[in-house]
T-cell receptor, first 113, second 112 residues
Framework: KAGVTQTPRYLIKTRGQQVTLSCSPISGHRSVSWYQQTPGQGLQFLFEYFSETQRNKGNFPGRFSGRQFSNSRSEMNVSTLELGDSALYLCASSLQGGTGELFFGEGSRLTVL | DAKTTQPPSMDCAEGRAANLPCNHS???????VYWYRQIHSQGPQYIIH???NNETNEMASLIITEDRKSSTLILPHATLRDTAVYYCIVRGGNNAGNMLTFGGGTRLMVKP
């Protein structure tokens, strides 16, 4: 079956702009979580959605937001982009969350100029 | 803060076993130990997980000490394609969701 799909894979934005990233989980998976990966901070949890509800949230400013649709697809949005937002944004899905295998997508690489 | 401690890097000869240690001395009774690896610029890949018993699958073996304060991931016959960053993660039960805390991981270099 198809894996976790993230779009776009690469994008370049300028400071002050906003960006929306999309994640399609594996069919049947209801939990979608987002992570940011930078060389300095490593992999950091952003938020998790389960059945269209945010279940957990990491320590990121309010410029970072997300949502999940009824088909479990998820989007994350970053407003008023800063240079430090340049990162690989990873989406992961699982059947329910908490235990079991977590499947990651290949990520969306955002560069902010 | 990460709940696990791993050596930042390790080398292994191709064909030999790679033993990657992880310390998780503050692990709770209902928390599992998970291992993922990330090959350069790709998404992390699940390897194996366990609660208290040793586990084995087609990729690796996981040895958890009796007190559960540490574990070792074993790649029995390392290949060049196993070169990656390996993350040991402590993960709670169903109520914890998928809020994983990644540490720095161990960068494993498999050499010919």
């Amino acid at each position: 079956k198809a894996g976790v799909t993230q779009t776009p894979r690469y994008l370049i934005k300028t400071r002050g702009q906003q960006v929306t990233l999309s994640c399609s989980p594996i069919s049947g998976h209801r939990s979608v979580s987002w992570y940011q990966q930078t060389p300095g901070q490593g992999l950091q949890f952003l938020f998790e959605y389960f059945s269209e509800t945010q279940r957990n949230k990491g320590n990121f400013p309010g410029r970072f937001s997300g949502r999940q649709f009824s088909n479990s697809r998820s989007e994350m949005n970053v407003s008023t982009l800063e240079l430090g937002d340049s990162a690989l944004y990873l989406c992961a899905s699982s059947l329910q969350g908490g235990t079991g295998e977590l499947f990651f997508g290949e990520g969306s690489r955002l560069t902010v100029l | 803060d990460a709940k696990t401690t791993q050596p930042p890097s390790m080398d292994c000869a191709e064909g030999r076993a790679a033993n990657l240690p992880c310390n998780h001395s503050t692990i709770s009774g209902n928390e599992y130990v998970y291992w993922y690896r990330q090959i350069h610029s790709q998404g992390p890949q699940y390897i194996i997980h366990g609660l208290k018993n040793n586990e084995t699958n087609e990729m690796a073996s996981l040895i958890i000490t009796e007190d559960r304060k540490s574990s070792t991931l074993i790649l029995p016959h390392a290949t060049l394609r196993d070169t990656a960053v390996y993350y040991c993660i402590v993960r709670g039960g169903n109520n914890a969701g998928n809020m994983l805390t990644f540490g720095g991981g161990t960068r494993l270099m498999v050499k010919p």
